[in-house]
């Protein structure tokens, strides 16, 4: 049972470079969310998806784009990556019955803008 | 501006000992409210969770408190273990809208054996 599963797991960029981050999740989850994680910021949301074809804003979207074509799927891009975009990224998914049922999480992708 | 704060960083325990993690909110709408673990390399992983209409929570070792008036909520890990060594998030939602989560900065715990 994979549960949720982030590709890549490290990459390094150059500064404008672009790239697509991947989560894929077998539970048959509806919600799924990306956050970053930076030192003494904790967990930001940037997107999330309430269902396949939907996308929402979270808390830090700017300079990135979302695609859900597939429930399970939930793509995070960076159309222009820039050195402050240098992060832990974590996809996370949840189902959508039970407003009290935790997220799930991937184990992150480790991304450098150089 | 962060709606979820864990004012400490870090935290020492010696193993057998409590563990005592904090976590407060400014938004007194909040009424879910969930602790995560996270060991390096890992994404976090669900602990214990608590709803505003309760003030404590049990789930074995680990018991979460909840002050509704303070806005504050800890978690109490009872007897400490080596394995417990890790960051704890807090974290925070409406139930009644679903979608997003707002954490913590964590706080990482080391039990010293």
């Known amino acids: 049972n994979a549960g949720v599963t982030q590709t890549p797991k490290f990459r390094v960029l150059k500064t404008g470079q672009s790239m697509t981050l991947l989560c894929a999740q077998d539970m048959n989850h509806e919600y799924m969310y990306w956050y970053r994680q930076d030192p003494g910021m904790g967990l930001r949301l940037i997107h999330y998806?309430?269902?396949?074809?939907?996308?929402a804003k979270g808390e830090v979207p700017d300079g990135y784009n979302v695609s859900r074509l597939k429930k399970q799927n939930f793509l995070l891009g960076l159309e222009s990556a820039a050195p402050s975009q240098t992060s832990v990224y974590f996809c996370a998914s949840r189902p959508v019955w039970g407003a009290d049922q935790p997220q799930h999480f991937g184990d992150g992708t480790r991304l450098s803008i150089l | 501006d962060q709606q979820v704060k864990q004012n400490s960083p870090s935290l020492s325990v010696q193993e057998g000992r409590i563990s005592i993690l904090n976590c407060d909110y400014t938004?007194?709408?909040?009424?879910?409210f969930l602790w995560y673990k996270k060991y390096p390399a890992e994404g976090p992983t669900f602990l214990i969770s608590?709803?505003?209409?309760?003030d404590k929570n049990e789930d074995g070792r680990f018991t979460v408190f909840l002050n509704k008036s303070a806005k504050h909520l800890s978690l109490h890990i009872v007897p400490s273990q080596p394995g417990d060594s890790a960051v704890y998030f807090c974290?925070?939602?409406?139930?009644?809208?679903?979608?997003?989560?707002?954490f913590g900065t964590g706080t990482s715990l080391t039990v010293i054996p």
């Open positions: 608590i709803s505003s209409i309760k």
């Open positions: 938004n007194s709408m909040f009424d879910y």
């Open positions: 998806s309430v269902g396949e074809g939907t996308t």
């Open positions: 974290a925070a939602t409406l139930l009644n809208t679903g979608n997003q989560f707002y």
